[in-house]
């Protein structure tokens, strides 16, 4: 992949990468993605930006441009379940992203890769692993590309896709929503709903 095509900012100085300003703010995103991880949202609120709008307006495409990965990318709703992005620029060991899940109550370390070309599709396995929760999601961890149209059991996801990016340009924490639809099937609601997520 060429690194130009997302803007990488070679030009920044490494001493306005290493100020005391970005260390603190590298700390504080730390801190807040490690109070995620052990639920601490169930008790208390974090900050967090979340990315909402229409279907197919370019939330992903925002992403991207900030992440500097390629997001699944397709005709109609692409994100099916909510996508955690964590960006940190603290790296000792190179570029890696990490692909976790975040269920109700504990989050799995799904797949990690060093190459921004393999993020799209661990991104696509992740998500069917959580949109078929009747599977173990170690079936899903090395899925063939080919099946990635398989019919999954739910439409959505309440759990959460997690893609931790160690080694970006940038530290924040902000959160895919999946895009609203503008015309929702003729159905009953209720009941609609209810086989809508799992």
Same mark, same amino acid.
């Given at each position: 992949?060429?690194?130009?095509?997302?803007?990488?900012?070679?030009?920044?100085?490494?001493?306005?990468?290493?100020? /005391?300003?970005?260390?603190?703010?590298?700390?504080?995103?730390?801190?807040?993605?490690? #109070?995620?991880? $052990?639920? *601490?949202?169930? $008790?208390?609120?974090? @900050?967090?930006?979340?990315?909402?709008?229409?279907?197919?307006?370019?939330?992903?495409?925002?992403?991207?441009? &900030?992440?500097?990965?390629?997001?699944?990318?397709?005709?109609?709703?692409?994100?099916?379940? @909510?996508?955690?992005?964590?960006?940190?620029?603290?790296?000792?060991?190179?570029?890696? /992203?990490? *692909?976790?899940?975040?269920?109700?109550?504990?989050?799995? /370390?799904?797949?990690?890769?060093?190459?921004?070309?393999?993020?799209?599709? #661990?991104?696509?396995?992740?998500? #069917?692993? #959580?949109?078929?929760?009747?599977? @173990?999601?170690?079936?899903?961890?090395?899925?063939?590309?080919?099946?990635?149209?398989?019919?999954?059991?739910?439409?959505?996801?309440?759990?959460?896709?997690?893609?931790?990016? &160690?080694?970006?340009? *940038?530290?924040?924490?902000?959160?895919?929503?999946?895009?609203?639809?503008?015309?929702?099937?003729?159905?009953?609601? @209720?009941?609609?709903?209810?086989?809508?997520?799992?």
């Amino acid at each position: 992949m060429d690194s130009e095509q997302f803007g990488e900012r070679q030009d920044v100085p490494r001493l306005q990468r290493d100020s /005391a300003y970005a260390r603190s703010r590298r700390t504080i995103n730390d801190v807040v993605k490690s #109070l995620r991880d $052990i639920g *601490v949202e169930e $008790i208390i609120k974090l @900050p967090k930006i979340a990315v909402v709008g229409n279907q197919s307006v370019g939330k992903s495409s925002l992403i991207e441009a &900030i992440s500097q990965v390629r997001l699944p990318k397709g005709t109609g709703t692409c994100t099916k379940c @909510p996508m955690e992005v964590f960006l940190s620029s603290h790296s000792a060991d190179g570029w890696i /992203a990490k *692909v976790l899940l975040r269920l109700e109550h504990s989050t799995i /370390a799904f797949d990690e890769t060093n190459n921004k070309d393999d993020v799209p599709d #661990l991104l696509w396995r992740a998500q #069917l692993a #959580l949109l078929n929760p009747e599977r @173990p999601y170690t079936d899903f961890v090395h899925w063939p590309k080919e099946q990635f149209n398989y019919v999954s059991s739910c439409m959505f996801s309440r759990n959460s896709v997690v893609l931790e990016i &160690i080694g970006a340009d *940038v530290d924040v924490t902000f959160i895919d929503l999946p895009g609203i639809i503008q015309t929702p099937p003729i159905v009953n609601i @209720p009941a609609f709903l209810r086989i809508l997520t799992c």
